[in-house]
């Protein structure tokens, strides 16, 4: 590495963050985490007060665990040699690029577009055009968030998750399998919303518990018009023309909204902590037939898992540099006897949401929302 390579300290002072008064501030509460936004824009931070609605930390008592600095500015030059991060299993389009400086912080850049984050020596600092890129000031918010779960033990998962008063359950699958719009269909039967795609297990003195991450569900079109209660996501004109698509068309489009939960629920359906009753991994398709929920053997679990484990990606700094055992003896071991069942077949909805609800322990049903 070169003798140029700046610090994390050095690199944030180039960036300016020692010329910006940072006077707007967001603090939130994510399930004990206490974190705070610190930013010169106004309009983020109000953007992102929306978008945290359900995790406002009121009179939080104490200093905060961790810090988030955004600067609005145009994209920097860095003018340092980056490398490219390999693109996930699955996918081919490189998303961004890194490098790791001498004191052990990273600094990351998006290439599409031209932001920038610094992690390292206590170091959470995004500097590029924030607002109109809010969503990677939330991504790197909820990066932050894991890595100070994984901190502390927890085990990183591809899933997404539904809770009653009693119990939890967390829905696996790879990409494109229909997680999310599954436990959105498992809201509309009374259970709280956990997780959207990432999803943190580990154990105390209660059991096994899973953490969510305050991700909105990001959805697209078919998802809108096939699932109760989220037709307000959509404009009323934009909605009737994807309703007009062939429903092939309509399943391969792109387009994705933030689907706000309180909006399209009820307030309070968002949650970040429950007990993890059950894991299903859905390895059903579209026109694969009748659905098929069935508990799975120990071999069987074992292949599945592959589903569920998740690497924490460019945005994770392992203490000392030893990061978690992503090995499937490790989440194996984590879940102990945690029942998990395979949905394979076709891909039913409404019917799998009524299957799966049944696997969680009884709770007081809730009553329907009326918005």
Not at 136 to 162: E, P
Not at 296 to 305: D, F, M, N, P, W
């Amino acid at each position: 590495m070169s003798a140029k390579t700046p610090t994390a300290p050095q690199l944030a002072q180039r960036l300016g963050l020692d010329d910006r008064p940072l006077a707007h501030a967001l603090d939130l509460n994510l399930a004990g985490c206490r974190l705070r936004l610190e930013s010169d824009s106004p309009g983020l931070v109000n953007g992102l007060r929306r978008y945290f609605s359900d995790f406002l930390a009121h009179g939080q008592a104490g200093p905060a665990d961790i810090i988030v600095r955004a600067i609005e500015a145009a994209a920097p030059e860095l003018g340092l040699a980056l490398r490219e991060k390999a693109p996930d299993p699955g996918k081919d389009k490189i998303k961004e690029e890194f490098l790791d400086l001498p004191d052990g912080g990273r600094v990351v850049r998006k290439r599409l577009t031209g932001m920038v984050f610094l992690l390292g020596d206590g170091l959470n600092l995004a500097v590029g055009p924030c607002q109109a890129n809010d969503n990677q000031v939330v991504n790197f918010i909820n990066s932050r968030h894991i890595q100070w779960l994984l901190d502390r033990g927890r085990l990183l998962c591809h899933a997404a998750a539904v809770a009653n008063h009693a119990g939890g359950l967390a829905i696996a699958g790879l990409s494109g399998r229909g997680k999310s719009t599954l436990a959105l269909h498992m809201m509309g039967l009374g259970l709280d919303f956990i997780s959207n795609d990432r999803l943190l297990i580990g154990r105390d003195a209660r059991g096994l518990r899973m953490e969510g991450v305050a991700k909105l569900p990001r959805i697209n079109p078919g998802t809108v018009l096939g699932t109760p209660g989220l037709q307000g996501v959509i404009p009323p004109d934009d909605l009737a023309g994807f309703a007009a698509l062939p429903p092939d068309e309509l399943w391969r489009l792109e387009h994705k909204y933030d689907a706000y939960l309180d909006e399209c629920f009820g307030p309070g359906r968002f949650r970040l902590g429950a007990p993890l009753d059950g894991l299903v991994v859905l390895t059903w398709r579209h026109g694969g037939g009748p659905f098929c929920l069935e508990r799975v053997t120990a071999e069987r679990k074992a292949q599945l898992l592959e589903a569920f484990i998740k690497s924490p990606g460019v945005f994770y700094l392992p203490p000392q540099g030893q990061g978690p055992d992503m090995s499937v003896a490790a989440y194996l071991a984590m879940l102990g006897d945690c029942p998990v069942h395979e949905l394979s077949g076709g891909a039913d909805f409404p019917a799998a949401a009524k299957a799966l609800h049944g696997l969680l322990p009884p709770a007081i049903p809730r009553l329907a929302y009326q918005p």
